[in-house]
Structure formats: C-alpha cells, structure tokens
C-alpha cells in the first residue's frame, strides 16, 4: 500500500509505525496510507526559522511575486493529474475546479498583486508620515516587516489543494516559510500537488514543509514570531488556540471555522421574477456542490411566509432532478462525502436537525446512486428540512450538518429575518437576493456586524457573480463568532498577517533612509543637471528641483476657461465670486496643476516615457489672479517594473509635488507617477528545475 511522504528539513520522508488507511470515497477501495509518526517538529520549525525565513527575507515582494507566479503556471500544467486524484476525494468536474484551478487561481492572484500593490523592497510601508511636532522635525511612519518565525498551517479536508495555497500564497509573499498540515483524509490530494510544488524547484529551501498526518506536538514548540491559521471545526480550532504555547507566548492565530450561513429571498422577488429563479438556483448549487461540504455553504434559508411554499416546491423539484453517483459518470452532478467517517458525522447533526423540522425532501431511504455502489461509497442524499417555528425551535441555529443538508425558515418582516440571521452567532456568508436597493441596504446594515461577506444578488449582476459559496483573494475571509473570529486572503491584508507592524520615530531624514520613501522634511539634494534628464537607476530619492516662478494672469483662466469649457462663475463672475467663500476670482485647480507641470517639465526627449498617474491631489489654498506660483519636484520614491519581452526596460518614479505662493503657502500638494527608462535590468527569476 502507498504511504504518504511528508516533507521535512528539505526531504521526502515515510513516518514510521502504523499509519492511518484513506480511502477512494467513491468505490470504498484503500488508496493510500498516512502518518507523521518519526518527524522531528521542533527540528522542522527550526530548519523553516534559519534557512527558509532568510531565504525569503532576503527577497523583495516583486521577487517572491514572481516565484508564486512562476508556481502557478508550472502546477497548472499538470492540473489534469490532480484533477484525476481529486477525483477519489469524491469531487466532480466542477467540484475539482473550485478545489484545483481556484487554488492556481490564487497564486496567480497574488503574484499580481505582490507586483501592483507592494513595493520592490523587502518591507512594506503603511500609510503617511504622522506628524509629530510643531517643527516638523519629528516624526512617525508605519512599516511591515516579515515575521522571523514559520508559519503553521492547518487545513480541512473538503478543499485539500485551494486550502493549501489561499494560506500558503500570503505567508510567502510576506516572506514567511509555511509548514502545512492537510487534513489526513483527503491529504492524497495534497501531497500531489506538494511534490509538484517541490520538484518544480522554485522554492528557495525551508520555505515549504508537509505534515501528511497528525500534528503530533508541533504546536509545543512555537514561539512569539511563529503564527498558526487554522480552518476547521470551532470545537478543534478552541482545542488548539488554547495551547500552552500559544497562549503563554501571544502567537498569532486565525481561526476560519464552519458557521451556518445563510441565504435570503428578499420580500419583493416573487415567483416569476430573475431574483426567485436566481435564488432557487444559488441554493440547490450550494447545497449539491462538494457536497454540501463546504464552509461557505447555505444552511440556512430564510423567505417571506407568502413564499414558502412556492420555494419548497422550486426547490424540491430542482433538487430531484440532482443525480448522484461516481463523479466519473456523465450527468453526475454530486459525488459522495469525503469519507465514511463524515458520513457518520452528518447523520448525527442531520438526526438533531429533524427534531426542530420536517422533512420536505430527501433523506434517509431516498439515495439513488449512480455508476457505484452506495454501501462501499461515502453517499448521502440530498436534505431540505422546514422549520415553522425558526424563533421557537433553535436547533438550525445552532447545529451544522456538514453536507448537502439545509433548513428552510418564514420571516413575516425585514427585521425579522435580520434577526434569524443574526441567530447564526456569527457565520463566514450571507446572501441576498432582491431588486430593491434599499432592501439590499437594510440587511446589509442589519448584518454586517454578524458576517464576514455578504452578497447581493439580483439581474444585473447574476451574471458575473462568483457565487454565494466562492471567497475570492481580493476580498476577506472569515468572519465573527462562531465564524472564527479571523480574517484570511483580502488582498494587501492577508500578507499584512504574518508581518509585524512598527512604528518608527525620528527625524524626517532618518526614517527616509529607513524606509526609502522621502517625506517633507528630509533632505533635498539639488543637481545642475535636470531630474527628467536622468535614467531610473540614477535618481536618488530626495532628489528636488525648484523651478522659477510664474505670476498667474486674467488671461491664464480666461484661456484655460476656454480651452477646458469650465466656466465656473468662481473663476469667471466677479459679482458671483465676491459672495463665494473665495470672495473674489480664483485660478482652476487644474489650471494651477498645468501650469506647475509647465514649470517642471524637462521638454526635450529623454528618459522620462510618459506620465503614468497622479495620487493624492490637495488643493490646500486658493490662487488668485495676480498670484506667483512656484513648484518643488523631489523624487520619492522608486519601482522597477519587471522587464517584459518587447517592451523597454522602465521603473515608475514617484514623485512628490508641492505648489507654492508667493507668501510661500501651500497651495496645491500631489504626487505625480512617471515612467522612466532603465537603464539597469532586473535578475530573472529562476525557472523550474
């Protein structure tokens, strides 16, 4: 029999000792074996601390950015192979996608955005500068640096590959190394795609360690700088949050548990409309794909008491027509639970379920399976319950059936469904499925504080939405109470996790060495030679020009009235301007912006490509006719673009813009982008072994 490897301390090893049998959960038949048993973790997490976590500290983001990228397109690749192992776990074709191809999705999430959103440096900078005095000589700026631990991460079993990389995708653009713990019945799967990972050979060593089996006492040995993440159930997730380690040195720990979500048909979309074709169609997806096994999964759903029997009906019927089976099998919409032990599991929740509810379809006695056999098979049919009484009778409100089981619940008002909503105690989702806005608006208010994500839904955007069920990794996952009380993903905030922030005090020079981002107040070094004059690896940040001065004419607004068609009255109505708060006419804003970009532009062709944005646009103070204006133009800030076939080595410069008077007042403040040829290209990133 095939036993699992783990990867520790940068090698595939078998444990030792008896092992934990996994199965196909389709045909029943023993396909591998797993166990942790001889692994050394105190060792592991050390060889993760001193070699993995200096190799990826010694990266910039754009560095580890390109690496996940790189990984993306190597295990896409060979997708079809997982797709087949994915198989056994019981998902169909479309269950695998989620799993699978969602999983790649999200490395290549990441690697953009380590690219867009996170500088070329080794650390983050978060925010402006904070003043901190009357001088200016004084202040404070937020950085992110990478934790100098390892970062735990233990996975269910219902997403085995997408689990793996939503978690490992953040911690490694943050430059934390990831041990990763997969559930044990589906860690066939994972251990696939984590071979693929390795052999691909773009991980820097210690950056990636796999547990195939139990966690053993890993979490004994975590210290203050190590994290764990955690998915799973609250009871387990309660278990290990209160481990001696964690609590005694504050490790990090987030915690994404099942909830009840629920999903809500507002009072206006009756049967007939796209909201209610729309609503039935979201629920019996949720509840059939993965087989209900999904943290994100409807449980429980709430419709207007004039509803409910036009959507037990719709329901009924569309879910009848859900054929189950071995996912191989064309037509198969629903393969089995991931094993006979969730199997177990599901019956009990669903027995406790029934005593607040009646049966309105499926059940026990009602499973038709398909191309396998139902006893050998992980099977279990399809349940839609009713609770009349959803107030009085608590049980859908507290108890989960981890598979395709949901309740079907009557609210007579919006604030009463708001309230059954809340009696979740915190869920992952929610969904809404309205025309009107302000219905849209009340819930979301009504909820929010209850929920990690909430989806609207209704014909406009029905056919671009992702689903009820699909975290994406620009948007939070998590949610309160029950939920975890975590946040995984979300963008720039996921990596953010696993860095320290810190706030530093000092001169405005010094923090600008520090963080390698001018702010007002540090040095200006002035050159004879033109900043627009210089390639991208010559500038220097504090780098300024002072241009000469301009005296601002009726005829500067007249024309620029003209040539742009606005005719504010406050730069053209003398009478009109004298009872404004300007109290007599006033320059356009964008005129005094043009003008500054006359006084600093260098025209001559040069290195400076084009102008690729503008940010942060204040105009702080009035112009007035007859007013001299002045710009100061100091380099910022610096980004290397990554070098593309064709196109010209660039980076983007960042520079900061202030616009003067002639008292020396502030009157407009900007950061202007441009691009600038390079002349220096960066380090290619490895390609796979």
């Not at 799973?232 to 915690?255: C, E, H, P």
Request: proline share 5%; with cysteine.
């Amino acid at each position: 029999m095939t036993r699992l490897k783990n990867y520790a301390l940068g090698e595939w090893v078998e444990g030792n000792g008896s092992a934990t049998p996994l199965y196909n959960a389709v045909t029943g038949a023993q396909v591998a074996e797993a166990t942790s048993s001889g692994l050394d973790f105190n060792a592991m997490l050390d060889y993760g601390r001193t070699v993995g976590g200096p190799a990826l500290r010694a990266m910039t983001f754009h560095q580890r950015a390109r690496i996940l990228k790189a990984l993306a397109q190597y295990l896409t690749a060979r997708k079809d192979e997982f797709y087949r192992v994915s198989s056994w776990t019981g998902a169909t074709k479309s269950d695998s996608w989620i799993d699978v191809d969602g999983g790649f999705g999200t490395l290549f999430a990441y690697a953009s955005r380590g690219r867009r959103e996170f500088p070329d440096e080794t650390f983050y900078v978060d925010g402006g500068p904070e003043a901190l005095s009357k001088g200016g000589t004084f202040i404070g700026r937020h950085i992110c640096v990478p934790m100098e631990g390892v970062a735990v991460q233990i996975n269910a079993f219902n997403f085995p590959v997408w689990g793996m990389l939503e978690k490992f995708a953040t911690s490694f653009l943050a430059g934390v190394p990831s041990i990763v713990k997969p559930a044990t019945v589906t860690s066939f799967l994972t251990e696939s795609v984590a071979k693929a990972m390795v052999e691909s050979g773009l991980l820097p060593a210690g950056t990636f360690q796999l547990i195939c089996g139990s966690a053993g006492d890993l979490l004994d040995h975590l210290n203050c700088q190590d994290s764990v993440a955690f998915t799973g159930s609250a009871s387990t997730g309660l278990l290990l949050k209160t481990n001696s380690a964690i609590v005694g040195n504050s490790v990090r720990f987030n915690q994404e548990a099942d909830s009840l979500n629920f999903s809500m048909l507002g009072p206006d979309a009756a049967p007939g409309t796209d909201e209610f074709d729309l609503f039935i169609k979201e629920v019996a997806r949720e509840m059939t794909a993965k087989a209900g096994q999904k943290c994100t999964a409807i449980r429980r759903t709430f419709v207007h008491e004039s509803m409910v029997d036009a959507v037990a009906r719709a329901l009924t019927q569309r879910l009848s027509t859900v054929k189950v089976g071995d996912p191989s099998v064309e037509g198969v919409r629903m393969g089995p639970l991931a094993g006979k032990g969730q199997v177990r599991e599901v019956e009990r929740s669903a027995e406790k379920l029934r005593a607040g509810s009646e049966l309105l379809f499926g059940g026990p006695g009602t499973l038709d399976v398909i191309g396998a056999d139902a006893e050998q098979g992980a099977f279990y049919p399809t349940m839609l319950l009713y609770n009349g009484k959803p107030f009085e009778q608590a049980q859908a409100h507290d108890v989960e059936a981890f598979g395709p089981v949901n309740t079907l619940m009557p609210y007579r008002t919006i604030d009463e469904a708001i309230a059954l909503a809340k009696l979740g105690k915190g869920s992952l989702v929610g969904s809404l499925f309205t025309a009107r806005d302000d219905v849209a608006r009340e819930v979301v208010l009504g909820t929010a504080a209850y929920h990690g994500r909430l989806m609207i839904v209704n014909r406009l955007s029905a056919k671009e939405s992702t689903g009820h069920g699909s975290p994406m990794p620009h948007l939070v996952h998590g949610g309160p109470g029950r939920a975890g009380g975590g946040e995984e993903m979300g963008g720039v905030r996921g990596v953010l996790h696993y860095m320290q922030r810190t706030a530093i005090q000092g001169s405005p020079q010094t923090v600008a060495a520090v963080t390698r981002e001018w702010s007002k107040g540090a040095t200006e070094l002035h050159d004879r030679v033109h900043p627009f004059r210089k390639f991208f690896d010559e500038l220097v940040i504090g780098e300024t020009l002072t241009t000469h001065r301009r005296t601002v004419t009726e005829s500067d607004v007249v024309n620029f009235a003209g040539i742009s068609g606005d005719f504010f009255y406050a730069h053209m109505d003398d009478i009109a301007a004298q009872d404004s708060l300007f109290e007599k006419r006033v320059a356009h804003g964008y005129f005094v912006l043009s003008a500054a970009a006359g006084l600093f532009v260098d025209p001559a062709p040069g290195p400076v490509l084009a102008n690729y944005g503008l940010e942060g646009l204040r105009f702080v103070k009035p112009v007035y006719i007859g007013d001299t204006i002045q710009a100061r133009l100091t380099c910022k800030q610096k980004t290397a673009k990554e070098d593309r076939e064709g196109q010209i080595p660039q980076g983007v410069v960042h520079w900061d813009v202030e616009v003067t008077n002639q008292h020396h007042e502030p009157v407009a403040v900007y950061t202007i982008l441009t691009l600038v040829r390079r002349q220096v290209v960066t380090t290619p990133v490895p390609s796979p072994s």
